[in-house]
């Protein structure tokens, strides 16, 4: 046993050798994928447990926010005929209008009608004016954790800056296309999509923990891998049971004890 125990940390200090040697890393992906097929059960529960605390995260500790949405039609022509300038400019005309929310002057007459106290940056992050492309309408949407203050907001949003812009950029009046409507869901966080992500980095960090391992475990467990990394043909096997051994150390500690007793 001594001698086979000798050998094996010869053939294992030559196996580390040749692979230190080696330039580029040589990774079987079959055996890898047998590998993590045997490991099948803690991937899948790495995976439960990501997606558990994804839940608590995101039913615990993530407030949830409501987003309503009013719209203003930019272009108010009297005459029932447009052209297409009148188009175009329109068009142009929404594009400047966006910068209106970014002015401090509106951020102030809705803190004053709401007898809000909000920052101009808070109003800033919780206001967002989009305009679909080929169209002439402005988004505005208010994103709150009140789904009653995030539909009043929007509203007064869109009613100030049909004044300022009237009044400052010396233009027809823009119409409101569209109240906004209370929210009854929340708009964030996103639990389904939370908790699908949480399944999902556990699947993954398991995976690559379990990849790291395979690739830097360079002990000889089979024959091929002599074969591979040493290019040395087995000749043979001998295979060593736990059980012989310890069937003879057992029958031994009998015979220590039998003539123990009989010098007794």
Do not use: C
């Not at 040589?26 to 558990?52: N, P, S, T």
């Not at 188009?87 to 009608?113: C, K, P």
């Amino acid at each position: 046993m001594a001698l086979n125990r000798l050998q094996e940390q010869e053939l294992h200090g030559e196996l580390a050798a040749g692979v230190q040697e080696s330039d580029e890393l040589e990774i079987d992906l079959v055996e890898l994928m047998y590998r993590l097929l045997e490991k099948a059960k803690l991937i899948i529960l790495a995976a439960v447990v990501g997606a558990i605390i994804a839940g608590v995260i995101t039913f615990q500790f993530m407030t949830p926010t409501y987003t309503a949405t009013s719209k203003l039609y930019v272009l108010n022509s009297k005459d029932s005929a447009l052209s297409l300038s009148d188009l175009q400019i329109g068009t142009q005309l929404a594009a400047d209008y966006i910068e209106v929310f970014s002015n401090w002057h509106v951020h102030e007459m809705v803190n004053q009608r709401m007898g809000t106290d909000y920052s101009y940056t808070q109003l800033g992050k919780m206001v967002r004016v989009t305009n679909p492309s080929d169209t002439r309408i402005l988004y505005i949407e208010v994103e709150t954790g009140s789904p009653e203050e995030a539909k009043t907001m929007a509203d007064t949003y869109a009613l100030v800056a049909q004044e300022f812009i009237a009044a400052k950029m010396e233009t027809e009046m823009p119409n409101v296309f569209e109240e906004a409507l209370t929210p009854t869901r929340p708009s964030s966080p996103h639990k389904t999509r939370n908790i699908i992500l949480g399944f999902m980095l556990g699947a993954v960090a398991a995976i690559g923990i379990l990849t790291v391992q395979f690739i830097s475990d360079d002990r000889i467990r089979t024959s091929e891998n002599l074969e591979k990394h040493l290019h040395m043909a087995t000749l043979g096997m001998m295979p060593v049971t736990k059980g012989n051994d310890a069937g003879k150390s057992k029958h031994k500690g009998k015979k220590s004890k039998k003539r123990g007793g009989s010098k007794a």
